[in-house]
């Protein structure tokens, strides 16, 4: 119940396109994150979820907590070549401890 | 208002030394956690201060030690270096009250060697 399968692994698009990316679970949880991290730093929160069905934008993200409150997606549209990185979910356990797990992240490819 | 810092930003020891770790949260932060980033693990909880104790621990052995300070900063050392400790360590500050968000400093890049 602790692991986060997050997919793809990896992915090469060409500027422009939208993105899709997703996270599943065994558990239910109340919380997911959405990570960004660009070489040598650390990850940087694009999109926090905090209720099941929640839609949330960021600009071109939007990310959605699944109602099962066991998966969530991230969808980056119309992308640009500064949205090369790996993306991570993440999730806290119930009870509000500060651990968070995190998914073995997709990395971004974007070709201009 | 700064982000977190983390020093040093890269470190090169051997293995058997000790090395300390150092994280000063944002401003107002009291709770401060420290994660290990590697290629096949992904990134691992290590263990979270608030308020001067620590409040969780992750599953890596004693030679993983933490402490914060009344200012909230916080270190973190690990004795006799092992190869596969080669990694960078990440610390997160937050709020602390449960569904505040974490905010990563860029991180310290250790080489065992």
């Known amino acids: 119940g602790q692991q986060l399968n997050q997919s793809p692994q990896s992915m090469f698009i060409q500027e422009g396109e939208d993105v899709s990316m997703n996270c599943t679970s065994s558990?239910?949880?109340?919380?997911w994150l959405w990570y960004k991290q660009d070489p040598g730093e650390g990850p940087v929160l694009l999109i926090a979820l905090y209720k099941a069905g929640e839609l949330t934008s960021n600009g071109r993200l939007t990310a959605q907590f699944g109602i099962t409150r066991k998966d969530s997606f991230l969808n980056i549209s119309a992308s640009i070549p500064s949205d090369v990185g790996i993306y991570f979910c993440a999730r806290r356990p119930q009870g509000g401890s500060e651990k968070l797990v995190f998914g073995k992240g997709t990395k971004l490819t974007v070709n201009p | 208002k700064a982000g977190v810092t983390q020093t040093p930003r890269y470190l090169i020891k051997t293995r058997g030394q000790q090395v300390t770790l150092s994280c000063s949260p944002i401003?107002?932060?009291?709770?401060v956690s420290w994660y290990q980033q590697t290629p096949g693990q992904g990134l691992q909880f290590l263990f979270e201060y608030f308020s001067e104790t620590q409040r969780n621990k992750g599953n890596f052995p004693g030679r993983f030690s933490g402490r914060q300070f009344s200012n909230s900063r916080s270190e973190m050392n690990v004795s006799t270096l092992e190869l596969g400790d080669s990694a960078l360590y990440l610390c997160a500050s937050s709020g602390g009250r449960g569904l505040s968000e974490q905010f990563f400093g860029p991180g310290t890049r250790l080489t065992v060697l």
């Open positions: 558990s239910i949880f109340n919380t």
């Open positions: 401003s107002g932060h009291r709770s």
